[in-house]
């Protein structure tokens, strides 16, 4: 299964973040952040939570199955 | 839950101290098999256990201090990995049983367990790696 949508890319340059700091304030290593970014690894929804939390906007703006 | 560094290490120093004690009583009660290969006997080996333990939780107390991140995806390619290991170890029990069938197994009970354990950690170690690579 893939993600239809997957827009934290865009917001996380949007906000002008490293993957490196990202990956620190969410509490995950770097490895993972790329890993949603290129679609390979689907978030679990508390980790999609808090990236929508972070960025202040719905799940379903980031991300759609 | 992450456990802290400093609770892993007592937990391990307490572990090998145990080993360690229960070795020194084998070898003095003499309890258990003079033939335990490679180490003589079963308390050798335990003291060997309790000796090794106790140097790696004083290694990781002084040079361990750094607090590893392990999120989601660590655990998510573990779990991967443990059933990958768990399916081995199936399928081997499999071939080695009809192995013994064939030709009778000989070696001692110990050695054959520790081959199947340090097999199994292969194993787990070699999925982790790989699927690492994939999610």
Redesign the interface.
């Known amino acids: 299964m893939a993600l239809k949508k997957n827009k934290l890319k865009e917001y996380r340059e949007k906000n002008k973040m490293t993957q490196e700091k990202l990956a620190g304030i969410i509490?995950?290593?770097r490895?993972?952040i790329i890993?949603i970014e290129n679609g390979?690894?689907i978030?679990?929804l508390?980790?999609a939570l808090k990236f929508s939390k972070l960025f202040k906007c719905k799940v379903e703006n980031l991300f759609e199955v | 839950m992450e456990m802290e560094n400093k609770t892993r290490v007592t937990i391990m120093y307490a572990i090998a101290l145990v080993a360690f004690i229960l070795g020194l009583l084998f070898n003095y009660f003499k309890i258990g098999s003079p033939h335990f290969q490679t180490f003589g006997s079963v308390g050798n080996w335990l003291i060997y256990l309790g000796f090794v333990g106790l140097i790696i939780a004083t290694v990781r107390l002084i040079f361990v201090s750094k607090k590893k991140t392990t999120d989601e995806r660590m655990e998510f390619v573990a779990t991967k990995a443990l059933r990958i290991s768990f399916l081995s170890l199936i399928i081997g029990a499999f071939i080695i049983m009809i192995i013994d069938g064939i030709k009778t197994i000989t070696i001692p009970y110990h050695m054959f367990m520790s081959y199947l354990v340090c097999g199994l950690l292969l194993i787990y170690i070699i999925a982790y790696k790989i699927l690492l690579k994939f999610y």
Request: charged share 10%.
């Open positions: 509490g995950v290593t490895q993972t890993s390979k690894y978030p679990s508390p980790l």
